[in-house]
């Protein structure tokens, strides 16, 4: 299992970024994925996640309106459209598998990629 | 929206010793959707628990879940040098899927 995260830099608050994620050694498909992040520094934050075909989406308060995750099981990616980029966004930001276990799956995050930073500042 | 609380917020203790967690739910954790992770510095967190008690594919068994409601412990039976970190707990039954704000368990 890998997960392979991009798309993370710099930007001016009120800019827009957009994550990418390549997933690789499992079937893409089959899995509900997810959003983490983390201020330097700081702890976990759930960010957002969604189910395999796009038909359940969740988000934080913290970022519901500005950032949209989506997935293509085609390109075995993940993706999170952040918009209206704040100061308090800035943190690394996690692609997360959620784990299946006997035959069922559940939120939780078996598998992390190792982070992509975005740094929103002036 | 659930709030987690982990005591202690930093555990000083020496290799071979035993490491107790608490994670404590403002309410009911819906099926003991609880899980814990443990993270170490420059690193992506490792999942360690789910469901509450069932450990993680690799995980040693000197790691150990327990509790239920509101109520949950990770409990390392024997500190190895390796397992000086930070962990955290998670719920995720309910959205948004909270978690703590982590215990440090460091070399005494």
């Known amino acids: 299992v890998q997960l392979v995260e991009s798309g993370g830099g710099l930007v001016e608050p009120g800019g827009s970024l957009r994550l990418s994620c390549a997933a690789s050694g499992f079937s893409f498909s089959t899995y509900s994925m997810n959003w983490v992040r983390q201020a330097p520094g700081k702890g976990l934050e759930w960010v957002s996640s969604?189910?395999?075909?796009?038909?359940?989406?969740s988000y934080a308060d913290s970022v519901k309106g500005r950032f949209t995750v989506s997935r293509d099981n085609a390109k075995n990616s993940l993706y999170l459209q952040m918009n209206s980029l704040r100061a308090e966004d800035t943190a690394f930001y996690y692609c997360t598998r959620a784990y299946c276990s006997g035959g069922s799956c559940y939120w939780a995050s078996d598998f992390w990629g190792q982070g992509t930073l975005v740094t929103v500042s002036p | 929206e659930i709030v987690l609380t982990q005591s202690p917020g930093t555990l000083s203790l020496s290799p071979g010793e035993r490491a107790a967690l608490s994670c404590r739910a403002s309410q009911s954790v819906s099926s003991s959707y609880l899980a814990w992770y443990q993270q170490k510095p420059g690193q992506a967190p490792r999942l360690l628990i789910y469901?509450?008690?069932s450990r993680a594919t690799g995980i040693p068994d000197r790691f150990s879940g327990s509790g239920s409601g509101t109520d949950f412990t990770l409990t390392i039976s024997r500190l190895e040098p390796e397992d000086f970190a930070v962990y955290y707990c998670q719920q995720y039954g309910s959205s948004p899927r909270t978690f703590g704000p982590g215990t440090k368990v460091e070399i005494k």
């Open positions: 969604i189910s395999t075909s796009s038909s359940h989406i």
């Open positions: 469901g509450a008690s």
